[in-house]
C-alpha cells in the first residue's frame, strides 16, 4: 500500500476507456489539449499527497486505521468534528495551493460515505462488508473516484417507471449467480473520463414498482461498456490572455452511458431497497453539498479579491457606494464560511460515521446559491466595463498598440498599467467570461437546485418546535414556568 505518483495517476488513464469529446473519439486523454489540463488538475492532487512540506503532507495523507501504513486522508472515514473540518480544509486548500481543485476524491467517497451509513440503517452486513471491501480497493492502489447520481430523467412529470424509455433512469435489466447487468445514463458527471473508478448511486427516492432502478454500486471507469460523452472546455493558457504562472486549472463534465454493463455482486451496494432510495439520495446530497460549499469558499474568495482590487486599481476604494458593495461582498463570503464550519462542528452521528449537519449543510448551499448572481453583479459593477471590452495580451505586446494602451488604459497613479491589465483579465475570468457563466449555472443546479436544498431545509427545521413557543406565548398552550411546570 503506498501513496500513488502523478505519473501512476496518468498511466493508469492509458486502459482503452470509450471517451467522446466534441465528436472525436479520444485515444489518451493525459495528451488530449482539453482533457489533459484536467488530467493535470487531478495529478495536482497526487502532488500535494507527495509534498515536501510536513505540513501540507499531513493534511492529504492519512495512517490507515488498521496497518498505520499511508493513505489519502479522503479515504479515512469520518468520524469526528474534527475529521469533517481537516475534510473542508482539504478542499479548501487544494485550491489555495494548486490554482483549482481536484475534483475526484472527494465526491466517490460523498457517495460510499454515504452507503456505508445506508447500509447501517438498512441492518445490512454484506453491503456493509462489501463497501468496506472497495473502499480498501481505493485505498490499496490509492485510486481516484467519481460520484454518478444523476440520472438524465427525460420527462420530469413522470415517474422513472413512466418513462417512455426505461432507461431514462438507471436500473438493473438483468441478474445472474455473479452480479447485475444495468443500462442507463447519468449526466452532469464531473471528472468521469479520467478517474479510475465510478461510484453509482439512485437519483430520487423510488416506488415498489421502481426497484429495478434502487441501485448503488462501483465499477471500473474502463469497464465494457461505459462510454463517456464529454462537454468541451478551454484547453490551456492561450497567448491572448493575461495570466499568472499557476496552470490552468479545469474539469470535465460528462454523460456516462451505461450499456448493459456487468457489475459483480461484490461491487453491489444497494439493488431492490427501494424504501432506502431516498435515504441513501439524502445523505448523498448531505455530504456532497458540504464538498459544495467547502470548495467554493476559496472560489469566491478569489472572485472578492478581484472586487477589491479592481475599486483600488480604479482609484474608487474609498467611494462611499463601492465600500458599501465591498461590504456586501464580503458578508456573502464570510457567511458561507461561517456556515460551513458550523456544519462540520456540529455533524449527525450514525453509528461511528459523522455526517456533516444536515440543516446547515443546506442552508449554506442554499445561502450560495440564492446569492451567487448578486454577488458577481456586484463584482462587474465594481469592475466597470472594461472586463467586458478590455484589448487582449497580443494587443498589449504589439509595437504599433503598446504605447497608446500603455498611456490610455492606466488607473490610480498607485498602479502600473500593466498591472491593472492583469487584473482586469483575471476579473474577466471570473465574473465575464464562457467559464463563468457556466458557473452561474452549476451553482444553481451543481448538488442539487435551490428547491431540493429548500425541501431538506423544511425536513429538518424544528417547525413544530416554532409553532409550540408561539402557542405558549398566545396563551394556547400552558407556559412553561421556571421550574418547569406549566402555569395556568
Known amino acids: 500500500m503506498a501513496i500513488r505518483t502523478a505519473d501512476d495517476y496518468r498511466a493508469s488513464l492509458r486502459d482503452g476507456r470509450r471517451v467522446y469529446i466534441t465528436g472525436e473519439k479520444v485515444e489518451d486523454v493525459t ?4 482533457l489533459g489540463p484536467a488530467v493535470n488538475t487531478i495529478a495536482a492532487g497526487y502532488e500535494l499527497c507527495a509534498s515536501k512540506d510536513p505540513a501540507i503532507r499531513d493534511l492529504y495523507v492519512a495512517e490507515h486505521p488498521e496497518t498505520g501504513e499511508p493513505i489519502s486522508r479522503y479515504y479515512a472515514t469520518p468520524r469526528t468534528p474534527d475529521d469533517l473540518v481537516r475534510r473542508s480544509t482539504m478542499i479548501r486548500r487544494s485550491i489555495e495551493l494548486t490554482g483549482s481543485l481536484p475534483f475526484g476524491r472527494d465526491i466517490g467517497t460523498d457517495c460510499l460515505n454515504a452507503a456505508f451509513v445506508v447500509a447501517g440503517q438498512m441492518g445490512n452486513r454484506e453491503y456493509q462488508d462489501r463497501a468496506l471491501a ?27 417507471a413512466a418513462q417512455k424509455h426505461p432507461d431514462y433512469y438507471l436500473h438493473v435489466v438483468d441478474r445472474n ?24 448511486l439512485p437519483t430520487r427516492q423510488l416506488r415498489e414498482n421502481e426497484a429495478d432502478y434502487a441501485l448503488a454500486f462501483a465499477v471500473p471507469a474502463n469497464a465494457e461498456g461505459v462510454t463517456y460523452i464529454v462537454r468541451g472546455g478551454r484547453g490551456d493558457w492561450t497567448d491572448h490572455e493575461f ?41 448523498f446530497a448531505t455530504y456532497h453539498r458540504f464538498t459544495a460549499i467547502s470548495y467554493k469558499i476559496p472560489l469566491v474568495e478569489l472572485a472578492a479579491g478581484c472586487a477589491v482590487a479592481m475599486a483600488r486599481y480604479n482609484g474608487l476604494d474609498r ?51 440564492r446569492g451567487y448572481h448578486t454577488f458577481i453583479q456586484l463584482i462587474q459593477d465594481i469592475g466597470g466595463g472594461i472586463i467586458g471590452t478590455a484589448p487582449d495580451r497580443r494587443d ?22 500593466l498591472d491593472r491589465m492583469k487584473m482586469i483579465h483575471e476579473t474577466m475570468r471570473q465574473v465575464c467570461s ?54 395556568d
Open 319 to 369: 467611494v462611499g457606494h463601492i465600500r458599501d458593495k465591498l461590504a456586501d461582498i464580503a458578508a456573502y463570503v464570510e457567511t458561507l464560511k461561517a456556515l460551513t464550519n458550523a456544519a462540520a462542528r456540529e455533524p449527525v452521528m450514525h453509528g461511528e460515521i459523522a455526517v456533516p449537519n444536515p440543516l446547515i449543510a443546506n442552508m449554506a448551499k442554499l445561502h450560495f446559491a
Open 243 to 283: 495570466h499568472g504562472n499557476v496552470p490552468v486549472g479545469t474539469l470535465t463534465e460528462s454523460m456516462i452511458i451505461f450499456d448493459d454493463v456487468f457489475v459483480p455482486w461484490e461491487r453491489v451496494f444497494m439493488c431492490g431497497e427501494w424504501q432506502f432510495s431516498m435515504l441513501l439520495a439524502y445523505t
Open 434 to 487: 464562457h467559464d463563468s457563466a457556466f458557473h452561474e449555472v452549476i451553482t444553481v443546479h451543481a448538488e442539487g437546485s435551490m428547491a431540493a436544498q429548500k425541501m431538506m431545509i423544511l425536513l429538518e427545521s424544528p417547525l413544530s418546535r416554532y409553532e409550540e413557543m408561539a402557542q405558549r406565548r398566545a396563551g394556547i398552550l400552558p407556559w412553561i414556568g421556571i421550574d418547569g411546570v406549566p402555569l
Open 31 to 34: 495528451i488530449h489539449p482539453v
Open 134 to 160: 472497495f473502499l480498501e480497493h481505493l485505498r490499496r492502489n490509492d485510486l481516484f473516484t467519481c460520484g454518478a447520481v444523476t440520472c438524465v430523467k427525460g420527462d420530469r412529470s413522470r415517474e422513472p
Open 396 to 417: 498589449w505586446e504589439h509595437p504599433d498598440l503598446h504605447g497608446y494602451l500603455e498611456h490610455y488604459l492606466g488607473g490610480s497613479a498607485q498602479f502600473s498599467t
Open 177 to 200: 449467480a455473479d452480479g447485475i447487468i444495468v443500462k442507463g445514463a447519468k449526466a452532469h458527471i464531473t471528472s468521469g473520463p479520467i478517474v479510475n473508478e465510478l461510484v453509482v
